[in-house]
């Protein structure tokens, strides 16, 4: 076999280790995919068929590593696509990392990008160099930002600053701090981020307490871009409405991802501009810097005065870098410099480059209000933001951004019902890729949902009156129906398997369940349903977190609801503190509680039998970890 150009074989057989995701000796087409994102290229399918068609010489589905080292051949004499080429360039451009101790032992490389933690840093030192409780660790250095997570407290700073409120503070363990007590601060934050939709898959509290870059890097980047697209909506920026195309409805706006929307908002100001420039990604139409530059001066406030400079002449110039330092320079004067360097920008890496964008959106979105347009904005309810936070945390795809829209063919609720039920879906059976796009894709997604109803019919879910064809249509009861029914079959499985039954566990025994708890630990409190008005004060759920957990509960914390409260309002505001601190002390101590304090002050049933529920599953955990 010929030694390539320029590298020993066995060089690029390391290469071609650190493109195989799965260790099995092949990249799949699905790896390709996740590759191309990695360095901040996302492919549609048909271009990653295109590579795939390209680099598979045996036509079987995947690409050995003999393929790989002739293509690596051919691409250094110029034979093989530039996108490929692309991809393998930055491959080796990105840092390589033994993995977790368990995962190195057989020789498992994982990577991660050098501009990312040089990125994520620099945004967090801006973000929270005010705080108090960080002043110990500001400013972070790139280098040092992997041990700087190591006792949660910064993790917990990062999920209330793109999610306020989900941590009480007060849970958050700050002084005197030990290996059980970052411990514990790292699981709270860990479920902390699956209840605002972070996918936390294969990653513990002891992976970040020892830096694992690639794990702590992963859950900063999801903590980061939920909020920075928290407030791209209607809702926080009516302006948006200047966005709907000729014949479009508002619906067509809200079925958008945040990606989307901002490559749209970029473009319209461009448009606004009488600029003849449009984009249609984040890496390499903004590569030269010009767009930038009209969007800054487009969405630019009239008291600030940014740098003057002719970027008809930078254009001319070869360097590129140049003509990004003079664009970043006048973001600095928007206070919007957060994200990228120049060379990111030229780069073209699409994941900082659209925050950069972000950032630019929610500090200066040059929108202005409606004014006499008329449209019926419809804000997002707490149910349907649990429901959607809950999906995204098992990691459905796509992900799931507006419920209606992102459900309507099936595929993701398809997903779930495997999560709930393994094996029962027959995937053989889904219409998927192609067959959604081409003519009569709607019928196939149709399709897709009478499944998605006939095998909830089979898990005996209550669907009298629901169709596929609801589903499909974005009919909100009847989706929020089945969805409802499919996180209770969730939750209510994950209770059973740790509790060992070959029955579902029943409501009536969760209830029976929490009083036995309680009434054993000494405590007074009781309820008698999941519509307990007892329950809205807080207290019975605090008592049992501190029965399952005792000394768990700083109960000096308790408010009672009506002392010193003046008005319905200071009640409310009461049980809603003592709520709040209850769900963080009880993801804490380990309980995936999705359901959010206003569900408790309101005493929702349904959210609040998934909480029971939760702390069941917890307390029988423990007390089979410890009879172990």
């Not at 250094?76 to 991809?87: A, W």
């Not at 804000?379 to 796509?398: A, D, H």
């Not at 499919?486 to 009536?508: C, F, H, P, W």
């Amino acid at each position: 076999m010929a030694e390539p150009e320029g590298k020993t074989e066995a060089e690029i057989r390391e290469i071609f280790a650190g493109m195989d995701l799965n260790t099995d000796g092949k990249l799949t087409q699905q790896e390709l995919g996740s590759l191309f994102e990695e360095v901040g290229e996302k492919l549609p399918g048909y271009r990653l068929r295109e590579i795939m068609s390209e680099v598979d010489t045996d036509k079987n589905g995947s690409i050995s590593f003999e393929e790989f080292l002739a293509v690596y051949n051919n691409m250094q004499r110029g034979k093989v696509s530039s996108m490929f080429k692309t991809l393998v360039t930055k491959r080796e451009g990105i840092k390589s990392v033994t993995g977790s101790s368990e995962v190195s032992s057989t020789g498992t490389t994982h990577s991660y990008s050098e501009e990312e933690k040089v990125a994520f840093t620099d945004y967090i030192n801006s973000q929270l160099r005010e705080d108090k409780d960080l002043a110990s660790k500001m400013d972070i250095q790139p280098d040092d930002l992997f041990k700087a997570v190591g006792d949660g407290i910064l993790l917990c700073k990062m999920i209330n600053l793109s999610s306020p409120g989900t941590i009480d503070e007060r849970a958050i363990t700050k002084t005197k701090l030990n290996v059980y007590t970052r411990s514990e601060n790292l699981t709270l934050a860990l479920n902390s981020a699956k209840a605002i939709g972070c996918s936390i898959v294969n990653i513990d509290p002891q992976d970040l307490q020892q830096g694992v870059p690639h794990l702590v890097l992963g859950v900063l980047w999801q903590i980061i871009r939920i909020g920075l697209f928290a407030k791209i909506d209607l809702h926080n920026v009516p302006g948006l409405i200047h966005l709907l195309h000729d014949g479009e409805e508002l619906e067509d706006l809200q079925k958008l991802s945040p990606e989307e929307l901002l490559i749209r908002w970029v473009n319209y100001h461009l448009e606004q501009s009488g600029s003849p420039r449009r984009i249609k990604d984040f890496s390499g139409d903004i590569k030269d810097s010009e767009v930038y530059d009209i969007l800054l001066r487009q969405i630019c406030p009239s008291e600030i005065a940014l740098q003057r400079f002719d970027i008809k002449q930078v254009l001319v110039t070869p360097n590129l870098s140049r003509r990004a330092e003079l664009v970043l320079g006048n973001a600095d004067l928007l206070g919007c410099k957060a994200f990228v360097t120049p060379k990111d920008i030229v780069a073209g890496n699409s994941k900082l480059n659209m925050a950069f964008v972000a950032n630019l959106f929610n500090h200066h979105p040059g929108l202005e209000p409606p004014g006499e347009i008329e449209y019926e904005e419809v804000e997002e309810t707490r149910e349907e933001k649990t429901f959607r936070n809950w999906m995204n945390s098992l990691n459905v795809k796509p992900h799931v951004n507006y419920l209606y829209s992102d459900l309507c063919n099936g595929l993701v609720l398809l997903q779930l019902i495997d999560i709930c039920s393994p094996g029962m879906v027959n995937w053989d059976k889904v219409n998927q890729g192609e067959k959604l796009k081409k003519m009569g894709g709607n019928m196939k997604k149709v399709e897709n949902c009478n499944y998605c109803i006939e095998l909830g019919r089979q898990m005996k879910f209550s669907l009298v009156g629901i169709g596929g064809k609801d589903i499909n249509d974005g009919n909100d009861k009847l989706t929020l129906a089945l969805v409802w029914q499919l996180m209770r079959a969730y939750t209510l499985r994950m209770l059973q398997n740790i509790s060992g039954s070959e029955k579902a566990v029943t409501d009536a025994e969760i209830v029976d369940w929490a009083n036995q708890k309680l009434e054993q630990a000494g405590k007074d409190s009781r309820i008698k349903s999941f519509q307990d008005p007892v329950i809205g004060n807080g207290r019975v759920i605090m008592d049992l977190v501190d029965a399952i957990s005792p000394g768990s509960i700083n109960y000096d914390l308790y408010i009672d609801p009506n002392e010193g409260a003046e008005d319905d309002d200071q009640v409310y505001q009461n049980r809603l503190q003592n709520a709040q601190y209850t769900i963080s002390i009880a993801r804490k101590r380990g309980a995936m509680v999705y359901a959010l304090p206003e569900d408790i002050v309101e005493v929702k049933p349904k959210m609040v039998m998934t909480i029971f529920a939760c702390l069941m599953a917890l307390a029988l955990g423990t007390e089979r970890e410890n009879s172990k």
